[in-house]
C-alpha cells in the first residue's frame, strides 16, 4: 500500500476460548475510547491494530506507540485484494 508495508499477524475470533485473538477485548476498548466508530479486525505482531470506521467503511492502521490511526483502505474489500 503505497509502498508500505503492513503484516497482519492474525484476523480478530469471535471465538471467546481463543485467549490471544478474540474480539472482545480490544472492541471493548476501541468502542468506547472511539464512541463507538472504530471496531478492530486484526492485530500485528507488535499489537497495533487493522480498524473499520463504522461511519465510513473505511481500513485503518491503528498505531499504538503513537495512539494513531492510518488510513490503509478504501473499505474491508480493497484492504482485503491486498492479499491476493
Request: aromatic content about 20%; proline content about 2%; glycine content about 4%.
Amino acid at each position: 500500500m503505497d509502498r508500505d508495508e503492513y503484516e497482519v499477524r492474525a484476523f480478530l475470533s469471535l471465538d471467546s476460548e481463543d485467549e490471544n485473538y478474540c474480539i472482545t477485548k480490544p472492541l471493548d476498548f476501541f468502542l468506547n475510547r472511539t464512541k463507538a466508530k472504530i471496531v478492530p479486525i486484526g492485530i500485528d505482531s507488535g499489537d497495533n491494530y487493522y480498524c473499520v470506521n463504522n461511519e465510513n467503511g473505511k481500513v485503518y492502521y491503528w498505531s499504538s506507540s503513537e495512539d494513531s490511526y492510518y488510513y490503509i483502505a478504501e473499505s474491508i474489500d480493497e484492504f482485503a485484494s491486498f492479499f491476493r
